[in-house]
T-cell receptor, first 113, second 115 residues
């Protein structure tokens, strides 16, 4: 079955440093979605990328979807303590336009003030 | 706030018991998906309901079952509880339009502990 891997599993940064998490799928994805989960909270939708090579920005966050639609990345510039949480990528397998998402294991971001 | 609600918030059961978790989807949404999230892991897809019928299922045994009602709210039932069923159970609602990747909105989850 489809597998989605994320690295790193954990990342400690000093406030103001940049952060990147990488996501790789064993199969082609029709789209990739990113979620943030704060400690004790639930996943909150951040963004969806659909097109091969797509890049989207949300303030300090930059999301990329690979050309082969099998990998993605999230980059945060100048982290803040409010960025603390676990970032998950997720996607349905290629050809499946539904929402039966396979999630990666997540990258837990910790920011030291 | 997503408008997706789940009940109860927390639940403690013993092995072998049965449990029912509930989810009210966001207004206008016709699809509900259920996920199991063990501590420190990503959510795992259990199944999805669309217009009251199961629309897809992940790698979970038949003792995990569900329902969706005409108002699109949903229940997750787990029979013969096992210790490994201890997890956060999340429901997510979306409006399936047939386009790729309808956005899912997660509820706050039900934390189930099996002793």
């Amino acid at each position: 079955g489809q597998q989605v891997m994320q690295i790193p599993q954990y990342q400690h940064v000093q406030e103001g440093e940049d952060f990147t998490t990488y996501c790789n799928s064993s199969t082609t994805l029709s789209n990739i979605q990113w979620y943030k989960q704060r400690p004790g909270g639930h996943p909150v939708f951040l963004i969806q990328l659909v097109k091969s090579g797509e890049v989207k920005k949300q303030k300090r966050l930059t999301f990329q979807f690979g050309e082969a639609k099998k990998n993605s990345s999230l980059h945060i510039t100048a982290t803040q303590t409010t960025d603390v949480g676990t970032y998950f990528c997720a996607g349905p397998p290629g050809g499946n336009a539904g929402n039966m998402l396979t999630f990666g294991g997540g990258t837990r971001l910790m920011v030291k003030p | 706030e997503t408008g997706v609600t789940q009940s109860p918030t927390h639940l403690i059961k013993t092995r072998g018991q049965q449990v029912t978790l509930r989810c009210s989807s966001q207004s206008g949404h016709n699809t509900v998906s259920w996920y199991q999230q063990a501590l420190g892991q990503g959510p795992q897809f259990i199944f999805q309901y669309y217009r009251e019928e199961e629309n897809g299922r992940g790698n979970f045994p038949p003792r995990f079952s569900g329902l969706q009602f005409p108002n699109y709210s949903s229940e997750l039932n787990v029979n013969a509880l096992e210790l490994d069923d201890s997890a956060l159970y999340l429901c997510a609602s979306s409006r399936t339009s047939g386009r790729a990747g309808d956005t899912q909105y997660f509820g706050p989850g039900t934390r189930l502990t099996v002793l």
